[in-house]
């Protein structure tokens, strides 16, 4: 086991993201690196090293799922000064879509808000967003998906990613081609 532990250390101090140019906005992800999908595998054999995983590593591994869904745009904002915005994700088509995501990297204990939520909304209305994301390793508060103000927004404008979502996401996205 203290092998396996040292293994996973190591792997998350790897980048798992291939950065590009920096825009106003953050920095650009070009691509995933190798180590995303082996961390993604280690995440499937043992969901409770998600949270021993830095916060600044969850931004990236997010942005990395972002980009290997297929995303257009994918930037990852600065730690500090990003307006609520962790991760930017654009998808040119039929127009486009813009989804702005909010990373929280919780300890099994620590519950996401109503306030929580509701910060985003905030920060999803005046960014003009199409849709928003608050994903956490952790889960929700308790009746919050019926809370009146939170509620009519999911989920064609909001989306809550708790961590058994979170997981089935990464493994979904890192098993596709």
């Known amino acids: ?102 990373v929280k990297a919780y300890a099994p204990d620590h519950l996401v808000t109503a306030n929580d939520v509701r910060a985003l909304m905030g920060v999803l209305q005046t960014d003009t967003a199409s849709k928003g994301f608050l994903t956490t390793t952790s889960n929700f508060a308790p009746l919050l998906r019926k809370d009146p103000l939170i509620a009519p927004f999911m989920p064609s404008r909001l989306e809550l990613i708790d961590g058994t979502q979170l997981m089935q996401r990464l493994t979904t996205i890192a098993n596709s081609s």
């Open 1 to 102: 086991m203290f092998k396996s532990a040292t293994a996973s250390s190591s792997l998350v101090m790897q980048a798992v993201i291939i950065p590009g140019n920096k825009s106003s906005e953050g920095r650009l992800i070009q691509a995933v690196a190798l180590p995303w999908f082996a961390i993604i595998k280690q995440l499937e054999a043992d969901p409770s090293l998600a949270f021993k995983i830095p916060a600044q590593k969850w931004e990236e591994i997010i942005a990395g799922a972002y980009k290997k869904a297929g995303f257009d745009e994918v930037t990852l904002t600065p730690r500090s000064a990003d307006l609520g915005r962790d991760v930017i994700a654009v998808k040119h088509g039929l127009g486009s879509v813009r989804v702005i995501d909010q």
